[in-house]
């Protein structure tokens, strides 16, 4: 394991620096008054069971309004049994380099793909194969040719991580042929995928496309969701639907990890997926989010010089920045946070290989509109100095 240095970086951010570095939601998306009404029905209805030890694959309750949540909103079938709670997505991603990472082993991820993914694998020491994205997704003809290459030269392809919508850190979508066409490379090679699956529920435009695992006949696909950006984050609660068996060996790894997740978050959510409060919430997110990307849209053609060029998200939390080839990104940091006081994430961190140096990860969410203006315009000068 190693120290990020973007955290190390960041810590040199001090109060008048504007931050694009985290990937926080706004608070103002939290649902904080039905919180505090379910917080204390779930005191009163079921006290012993909330403020208990629990089982590790999670309460049955919230599986089963994870089961209903899923297909009714996502067009995902599952049973309780194959869906197992984890703290956050992010155990989820634990749990799969415990489970199936061997070192050696090759694990194929978008390139870029979600960094934490990458630093959680890292320790149990895979090959990490990326494979390109356009304006599409994951470019699958691609992936199609390394698959065949890795098989030929008799690679263990473990699995391949996608975030097919609003992909963290480029904002991408994958597109609905892409996804049929990549579950029929992962049936022809016999190959598993794990969809990693965030930021569907508030696509800020009608973009028709479905789970890579509401399409799943043969059971391929391990799919990981979240409450973070539809509930809360500070929650800590994520959700996976499997096989069966997956689910078993995520059980066994999660018991030594941390026994359960928060019986009492769990229950809490549950009542939320009851009582609708996430379906509710779910427009200002989307309505919230889209505004303040449009924002960073403006303010980015307004004040970035000419060569730099950024993704249009169709959801999510991200913009991707790419700067003139000359600018290291880390080293731009620097500067950026000490001389114009503003920070974003480096985008080298975010690539298997460490291959490009001049793109950045600019998150939209948690700064205020004025936050936004200002700081993308700091941004650009930081970019015209360097
Ligand atoms: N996967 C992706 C793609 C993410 O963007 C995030 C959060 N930034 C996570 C997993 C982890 O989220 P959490 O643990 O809060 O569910």
Known sequence: MTASEIRELLRWATADVISFGGGMPDPSTFP??????????????????????????????????????????????????????????????ELLGRVFIDPGDV???????????LQAWR????RLVGVPMDEHGMVVEILEERVKQLKAEGARIKFIYT??????????????????????????FDLMIVEDDPYSYFLFEPIEV??????????????????????????????????????????????????????????????????NVVLKNL???????????????????TY???????TRPSGGMFIWVTAPPHIDTKELLKTAVTQYKVAF?????????QSVRNAMRLNFTYPSFEQINEGIRRLAMAIKGA
């Open 32 to 93: 904080i008054e039905d919180i505090a009404k379910i917080v204390a029905y779930v005191l009163e209805a079921y006290p012993h069971k909330a403020l208990q030890y629990g089982s590790t694959e999670g309460v049955l309750e919230l599986r089963q309004e994870i089961a209903k949540f899923s297909e009714s909103f996502r067009g995902i079938r599952a049973r309780p049994e194959n869906i197992i709670v984890t703290v956050g997505s992010q155990e989820a991603l």
């Open 107 to 117: 694990v194929i991820t978008e390139n870029p793909t979600y960094l934490a993914a």
């Open 123 to 126: 320790v149990y020491q895979p």
């Open 163 to 188: 975030i097919p919508t609003a992909q963290n850190p480029s904002g991408l979508t994958m597109s609905q042929d892409r996804r049929k066409y990549l579950l029929e490379v992962a049936e022809r």
């Open 210 to 275: 479905s789970p890579i695992k509401a399409l799943d006949k043969n059971d391929r696909v391990i799919y990981l969701s979240t409450a973070s950006k539809i509930f809360a984050p500070g929650f800590r609660l994520g959700w996976v639907i499997a096989k069966e068996d997956v689910v078993k060996w995520f059980n066994l790894a999660k018991q030594s990890l941390n026994l359960n997740t928060s019986n009492f978050v769990q229950y809490i959510f549950a009542e939320g997926l009851r009582r």
């Open 283 to 301: 427009p200002h997110v989307r309505d919230l989010y889209k505004r303040k990307r449009d924002a960073m849209l403006a303010a980015l053609e």
């Open 304 to 310: 970035m010089p000419p060569g730099v060029s950024w």
């Open 345 to 353: 994430v480096p985008g080298h961190g975010f690539f298997v290989d």
